[in-house]
């Protein structure tokens, strides 16, 4: 019976497919220079970041002046925009054509436009790229660890669940501003427990206002973190409900940025609790590091990348913390604002786990961190 009437409904799909496509289309009319030249500058923005490109269409033919793109770039570009409703031929030249062979059709806004249409609500691409290996920067990402000497667990499973979202930007004098919104949830288990034990979670939001211009960046936020341990955990220690703190603050901090090339990045910045609880926690800390992402890719799309992370506190007499990873970053080989990062992970410092921040931690291990840029 249910076989019947499978093959009733596979006729009956088929039939109206035969319909539909027997039937006579109304022609539609192709897109105008116009249109194919703001869609072509929306996904030079939204997907490669690229705001500054000119972008011009003549006759169906696309036309991007943008300067030092290497090879691997242009194809990337080619191809996003080969699909471009109306696209007919893609150009992509380093200077701008002369003014006698320059196209009629309209060109993506200039700056001056911009900034008099007002601050742009919801862009994609963010001015502030993620800090790989810091161990709060809030992202998706799950982790497989293995802690040393830890009196408490030895097998970790992390996890953590957290976006940056651009709410506004705009133009600034020389450079360009963006306001936003952080939050985070970073949670770690026991793997070798029955059921896999919660032990502890920190929550975080925090407001980052950032800037860019060229190859330097900056966000300042004002950040909220809060920690609670496991039920579970609780259960089965009881020296550890004993023992709870009601860990708790509010900080400000500043984080500075600058591109070298295309591989390097270094930063660095630092930050303050205005309120904390409990109250004797000090109340500065430091923050500096490098990452590279090579140019050159094992495969298509996949390429290495590379991550060091170094923080000093004064609630530890400035004991540093050190943070890093490296593997291999996997990027849409056309749209390169997502990426997955598959690396291999060390840690030795204090314990990022608001509930053990007294205590020293070493691990290694292996995570899977996804970004949406």
């Known amino acids: 019976m249910l076989l019947r009437h499978c093959r009733a409904a596979a006729a009956a799909v088929v039939a109206c497919a035969a319909v539909l496509s027997a039937a006579p289309a109304r022609a539609a009319a192709p897109p105008d220079d116009r249109f194919i030249a703001g869609y072509a500058a929306a996904v030079l923005e939204r997907e490669f970041g690229l705001g500054g490109a000119a972008v011009s269409v003549e006759g169906g033919v696309i036309t991007v002046v943008a300067p030092e793109l290497d090879a691997d770039m242009r194809a990337r570009l080619a191809a996003a925009l080969a699909d471009v409703p109306g696209a007919i031929r893609v150009e992509i030249s380093d200077a701008a054509a002369p003014a006698a062979a320059a196209p009629t059709a309209a060109a993506a806004p200039t700056a001056a436009a911009e900034a008099a249409a007002g601050p742009e609500i919801l862009p994609r691409v963010k001015l502030f790229e993620p800090l790989r290996a810091d161990p709060r920067w809030p992202h998706f990402s799950a982790a497989y660890r293995i802690a040393l000497d830890d009196p408490d667990v030895e097998q970790i499973g992390a996890a953590s669940f ?212």
């Not at 400000?252 to 630092?270: C, E, M």
């Not at 609790?273 to 590091?289: K, M, N, V, Y």
């Not at 799309?301 to 060091?308: K, N, R, W």
Request: glycine residues 10%.
């Open 162 to 373: 957290g976006e940056t979202f651009t709410l506004l930007r705009g133009k600034a004098p020389s450079g360009r501003w963006e306001l936003g919104i952080q939050g985070g949830v970073f949670a770690i288990f026991d793997m070798e427990s029955e059921s896999k034990d919660l032990i502890n979670a920190d929550y975080f939001i925090a407001i980052p206002a950032a800037y860019e211009h060229g190859a330097f960046s900056a966000m300042a936020r004002v950040l909220h973190q809060s920690s609670h341990l496991g039920d579970e955990f609780l259960l089965r220690d009881s020296t550890a409900q004993a023992n709870r703190v009601n860990l708790s603050y509010e900080a400000i901090d500043l984080l500075l940025s600058y591109d070298i090339g295309k591989a390097w990045r270094v930063y660095g910045g630092g930050g303050y609790l205005f309120h904390r609880e409990p109250a004797s926690l000090d109340p500065w800390a430091t923050q500096a590091g490098i990452e590279f992402e090579s140019e050159y890719e094992i495969a298509r799309g996949l390429t290495p990348v590379a991550a060091f992370d170094l923080q000093m506190r004064e609630e530890s007499d400035w004991s540093p913390d050190y943070s890093a990873r490296a593997g291999l970053q996997l990027r849409n080989p056309r749209f390169l604002a997502e990426r997955l990062e598959f690396t291999a992970e060390y840690y030795n410092g204090r314990n990022p786990n608001g509930q053990f921040y007294t205590r020293d931690l070493e691990y290694f291990g292996f995570g899977v961190h996804a970004y949406f840029n």
